[in-house]
């Protein structure tokens, strides 16, 4: 028995999540889609040569009878409401991040999902998914390092549009190490400070870049995440753990190395989803795997709530120039199996 899958939103990551579930991954099929632009919604199901059906919006899909599990893909303010909508109907929800634009709006999500009973929700964050992530956490896991002292990271991408501004380095950019990182210590963060170097002359008025965020956990880890968008070069993720007796540092992605014109070189990548493609692949079967036997155990609406605790502190960070705190409250009972 497949899982009947509704997608809402079919721009770039929608459409991915899409041909994933329809031509990689097994146990699902897409069996409805929306988007605000309805020819999109129309095209992608062309494309993928299924019958799913069109609804006129995320509310629609929500309701219908044939449909077992969301996808929420869309614009990231609509999140929020789709998300509360899916537990409402007492239906499996994976939502891409942001879980919602605000803490408030997360922890009203949680809420509604510590009332309805059953975990539902599932949120986008890939990189606990990446094999090397995984390999890095087993080290820390297993004491191959000691206890962790500090945590290096750099976040690079080629370019980005001139939409993208400062903050964006943050919700959009940087929650990913929010996320990831206090995965990989078991940590919480309680400060953050935003640091601004030189800008480089590929930015534009709009965006400081690059940024580096310093944090530091309630175990007393000390970390740096360097984030650098127009860095020109390609889409570069670093991350090296110190600890007492050792470093781990994140393997590099597969790359031939190649000899030729006296040089010897090794590609790298440019395309943010293709560095985690297969990571994306191994989140979205954990989710349907999940459903199947009613237990999801992927990224939880505590971890993008905390995600954007953490986010709102590093914008305030940014207008300050301070050392802003995190203050977190205790993890609810419901999630502590997770």
């Known amino acids: 028995m497949k899982v009947r899958i509704g997608v809402i939103g079919t721009g770039a990551i929608g459409c991915e999540h899409a041909r994933r579930l329809t031509k990689v991954l097994t146990g699902a099929e897409v069996v409805a889609v929306t988007d605000v632009n309805r020819a999109s919604a129309e095209k992608l199901v062309a494309a993928l040569g299924i019958s799913a059906e069109v609804y006129g919006d995320g509310h629609e899909l929500i309701a219908a009878g044939d449909v077992d599990a969301v996808l929420v893909t869309s614009w990231g303010p609509t999140h929020e409401e789709y998300v509360l909508a899916a537990i409402e109907a007492g239906k499996y929800v994976f939502c ?10 997360c922890r009203r999500i949680v809420d509604a999902e510590i009332a309805h009973g059953n975990r539902l929700v599932q949120v986008g964050f890939m990189r606990p998914y990446d094999a090397g992530y995984r390999l890095l956490r087993q080290a820390i896991v297993d004491g191959d390092i000691g206890e962790p002292l500090m945590v290096h990271c750099a976040h690079r991408n080629p370019e980005v549009p001139e939409a993208y501004v400062t903050p964006m380095a943050i919700h959009d950019t940087v ?10 210590l078991d940590d919480d963060y309680v400060s953050a400070q935003v640091i601004f170097p030189r800008t480089t002359k590929y930015s534009h008025s709009k ?4 940024q580096i965020i310093l944090l530091e956990t309630a175990k007393g880890v000390r970390i740096d995440v360097e984030v650098f968008v127009n860095c020109k070069y390609g889409y570069d993720i670093q991350c090296s753990v110190v600890g007492e007796e ?12 190649t000899r030729k014109n006296a040089s010897l070189s090794q590609n790298l990548l440019s395309d943010w989803k293709k560095r985690f493609i297969d990571a994306y692949d191994v989140e979205l079967q954990d989710f349907i795997d999940g459903i199947k036997i009613r237990s999801l155990t992927g990224p939880t609406a505590w971890d993008g709530f905390a995600a954007a605790v953490a986010c709102d502190a590093c914008v305030k960070a940014q207008e300050t120039g301070q050392i802003e705190s995190i203050s977190m409250p205790p993890r609810p009972p419901f999630y502590d199996a997770e």
């Open 246 to 257: 050792g470093v781990a540092n994140l393997p590099e992605p597969m790359s031939i190395t």
């Open 207 to 210: 965006l400081a870049d690059p």
């Open 175 to 184: 929650v990913h190490e929010l996320d990831v990182l206090r995965w990989l």
């Open 96 to 105: 891409e991040k942001p879980l919602a634009t605000t803490a408030e709006g």
